[in-house]
């Protein structure tokens, strides 16, 4: 099977099967599924201006790097069709949160087209992602081998990245090809999106799977887990990278177990400006993301919680890169940074 | 200040602070604080028989090695007190939970003693693990200094050993002496008995703390933790345990980044018996536990859960063991199997 013959996220409705993006521009409007509500509800949202979109990205109705980026790119369009302020619509949405290199790369691709159609161009960069991520698919599907059984974090898939995901783009690629792969998904506390997200795709997608508490990721590294495959929101010219909280912790673990330890992400995702993974911002959140589960407190009043968003984990304890490019060692990292400017021409073919 | 002058848990109720175990023999019956409602409720339940005692400590009412060895001496005296078959109870009592030795040890050491009162031989039995606990403290806390930031996994507090803790012990031992310390709670799922139990308990004891989630325990051990304490379910001859699922990552994270790491624990939960860490029991606890959040199902329907409810850290990532002896390195842990007939004879002098 070629790979561009393959289909994006299967969703199961109750009208069937669809294949589907995490959002999209139509007649207008941005369409993106609510990620806030998975997997109890599945709901279609619709964004009308660049303020309804920075909002969506801070709520995280809509997350995952390479979706934000895109969600960025569709909000400035927003702005354009309504006649109103790029630089001022591309700052609103800069604000929204401060890790993910995609955001701030996708507003800036549009700013620097801003003489051109862009809901054209915010499209074109939408599926420029998508190709990027069927690409590392291609790549990663690679790494997989039949009876597998790998370990990812957070949710990297089709939610996060628009479609088809680079996480778990190999994992559906090396399952669609007929390997027999088993999936450790970490739940990924504070606010689950590996139990909520990761576990809703792979089972829409027919993938073996359990879901495990953070706490135990350690255990089935000894001697269960035979890959760890992670996404990523930024990655520096070192190919330190930040990701996900407690993404670190799995590396860590990767490294004590041997266990070959990958990063999937697109070139959106690489910041050539900054030299060291010290120098990505970490974004703090509400403490209650973890003193409360929902709207019930679990925690002592009077306590208090720290939440950092993310955590960086150095190159040396990366195996692998999986780029749309192919897989990469960390030290061939810093050639990514010309890759750039190719997203916005649209899927390179 | 000397340490037996030193009261045990503090406990702050409507009526002001009352100094409390967390379970305790009172006219005929056994009186435990209900784990399962901490921090939230603070209610106090009355165990009238060793089948009680069994479902109690099965539904995690009484939780936590020592206190679930308290909790088997207990249950033996109350079948003793009515008449009942010891060696059925003994049994009943064995079955409710397969990983902490402390039951076993407890149940075994009962028995044993069947020609005496054995309501004032759990009384000792309960006794003797408050008073190693004191010593687990006053050992460990010249361990913690001034301005030390301690990671903790769990609950290894007052309410998991009767009284004072072992884990949380040094540190209370510590903040009386008026060091000023900052704790890291592990909220620890699936149960969040850090988040809820070792807050709750910290708090209380007026130490500055702040929970986190188990995925941020890496980002803090990289530059901000100074020194690792966990408790132990269960220690093998070699020095490997077996303690709450997660507290090999924490190992392994503090190996990475030069943290000490040290496992305070009581003579009864050595088990001489086996010779390495693979050989311990391992509980693999229902998946609702990973799945729902109280009553509420968080991952898709038709997704499964892993939920092993321990796992086993190496000797080789253990600085110290904190025992009521001293401070004894993996190599010296063999010797602790002499140490156990102690304990039914009283706190030692």
């Given at each position: ?67 934000i980026g895109?969600?960025a ?20 949405i800069k604000?929204?949160r401060?890790?993910a290199?995609d955001l701030f790369?996708a507003a ?242």
């Open positions: 099977m070629l790979i561009h013959e393959l289909n994006g996220m299967l969703v199961k409705t109750a009208k069937g099967t669809k294949d589907m993006r995490a959002l999209w521009f139509e007649k207008g409007v941005v369409r993106a599924i609510d990620q806030r509500l998975l997997p109890g509800t599945f709901k279609l949202v619709t964004i009308r201006s660049y303020k309804e979109m920075a909002k969506a990205i801070s709520d995280m109705t809509i997350r995952g790097a390479p979706s895109a969600a790119a569709y909000g400035i369009a927003l702005a354009w069709l309504r006649g109103e302020d790029l630089d001022r619509a591309a700052k609103a604000a929204t401060p890790t290199h790369y800036d691709l549009m700013l620097f087209q801003r003489d051109k159609n862009l809901v054209g161009a915010a499209g074109e960069y939408a599926d420029g992602i998508v190709d990027m991520c069927r690409r590392i698919g291609e790549h990663g599907g690679k790494l997989v081998k039949d009876r597998d059984r790998i370990l990812t974090h957070c949710n990297a898939g089709a939610l996060a990245t628009v479609d088809f995901g680079t996480a778990l783009a190999p994992m559906r690629v090396a399952h669609r090809a007929g390997k027999d792969i088993f999936v450790y998904v970490d739940e990924t506390r504070p606010r689950l999106q590996g139990a909520k997200l990761t576990a809703w795709e792979l089972l829409n997608e027919g993938i073996d799977h359990a879901i495990i508490s953070d706490n135990a990721a350690g255990h089935y590294m000894k001697d269960s887990v035979d890959l760890v495959i992670v996404g990523a929101d930024r990655i520096a010219r070192n190919g330190d990278f930040a990701n996900k909280i407690g993404t670190y912790t799995k590396a860590v673990l990767a490294k004590e177990n041997k266990v070959p330890f990958y990063v999937a992400a697109p070139a959106s995702t690489f910041d050539s400006s900054l030299i060291r993974g010290e120098d990505i911002p970490i974004e703090e959140r509400s403490e209650d993301e973890v003193l409360c589960l929902g709207k019930c407190r679990v925690a002592p009043r009077g306590s208090t919680a720290l939440n950092p968003c993310f955590d960086v984990t150095p190159s040396r304890y990366v195996k692998g890169f999986i780029t749309e490019r192919g897989i990469m060692k960390p030290d061939e990292i810093s050639s990514m940074k010309a890759t750039g400017p190719a997203i916005y021409r649209g899927p390179a073919r």
